[in-house]
C-alpha cells in the first residue's frame, strides 16, 4: 500500500533533514493509513478491545530526507498469524530514491496481554499476505 506526504520543519533536525525520530511517525502513519485501505482501521480494533503494541523496530537509514521533500512510503504486511504481524515498509523520495526502510513486527493485544485474533478478523490480514 502506497502512502505520500510532505516534510515539515517540526519534523527536521539542525541540519534540514528528517530528524532520525521522525522516520518512525511517518512508518506509524503509513500503517495506520494501510489498516484504513484494508477496511480494518486502527478504531475497529479499538471497538473489539484490541491494541497493536510494536515489540520490535528495524530501521535502516539510506539518504536523508530534505525540507519540503515529497515522499511516498510502501507498506507491506509480510508475515502474519493470528498473534503478530511483520510489516515491511521503505520510504522512497520524489526522485524514486530509496531513503530508509524498516521491518516492523506487531502483537495483538487485549485486556494487557497477547491474544489471538479472532478467526473471521484474522481473514481480513489473510488476504493481504504474499504468496506462499
Not at 24 to 38: F, Q, T, V
Not at 55 to 70: A, S
Not at 112 to 119: E, F, K, M, V
Request: one cysteine or more.
Amino acid at each position: 500500500m502506497e502512502y505520500k506526504r510532505r516534510i515539515f520543519g517540526y519534523e527536521c533536525d539542525i541540519y534540514g533533514h528528517l530528524n532520525n525520530a521522525n522516520y518512525l511517525h511517518l512508518y506509524e502513519e503509513a500503517r495506520s493509513e494501510a489498516l484504513i485501505e484494508m477496511g480494518i482501521p486502527v478504531k475497529e480494533f479499538h471497538r473489539q478491545g484490541i491494541n497493536i503494541y510494536i515489540i520490535n523496530i528495524n530501521v535502516d537509514f539510506k539518504k536523508g530526507i530534505p525540507l519540503e521533500e515529497e515522499v511516498t512510503i510502501f507498506s507491506e504486511i509480510i508475515e502474519c498469524n493470528r498473534l503478530w504481524g511483520l510489516w515491511k515498509q521503505k520510504i522512497f523520495d520524489k526522485k524514486g530514491d530509496l531513503c530508509s526502510q524498516a521491518l516492523v513486527k506487531g502483537v495483538f493485544v487485549k485486556n494487557g496481554a497477547p491474544r489471538r485474533l479472532s478467526p473471521e478478523l484474522f481473514a481480513r490480514f489473510e488476504k493481504y499476505l504474499p504468496e506462499k
